[in-house]
């Protein structure tokens, strides 16, 4: 399975990017899909998160009302809309899916990660 970031860059405060992933290879169900952030120095945060059927969203405090989360499932994609970007928004940014394999005896869980975006906001 692999996950494939675009999108990111260099860009003034208050300017926007839109980061795009792509998932493909041997896949169950993809469930949750997500953004993750780390800046250096600092741990891997979440960004934004939605669920399978794109009908419920989770944003961290900091990008709320800016960043927008979207999920195409005919494409296994899904995209981070970033708007209003600020300084502090540099990082490198990661997507994150959740696959689930219902089998005889239960449920496995995996999780991949896709190799991270460089995002950088100048002031």
């Known amino acids: 399975v692999h996950l494939v970031e675009s999108g990111g860059g260099l860009v003034q405060a208050g300017g926007s990017l839109r980061l795009s992933c792509e998932v493909s290879?041997?896949?169950?169900?993809?469930?949750?899909m997500g953004w993750y952030r780390q800046a250096p120095g600092k741990q891997r945060e979440l960004v934004a998160s939605i669920a399978s059927d794109g009908g419920s969203t989770n944003y961290a405090d900091s990008v709320k009302g800016r960043f927008t989360i979207s999920r195409d499932n005919a494409k296994n994609t899904i995209s981070l809309q970033m708007n209003s970007l600020k300084p502090e928004g540099t990082a490198v940014y990661y997507c994150n899916a959740e696959d689930l394999y219902y089998g005889d005896y239960g449920v496995a869980r995996y999780v991949y990660w896709g190799q991270g975006t460089q995002v950088a906001v100048s002031s």
């Open positions: 290879g041997s896949i169950f169900s993809i469930n949750t």
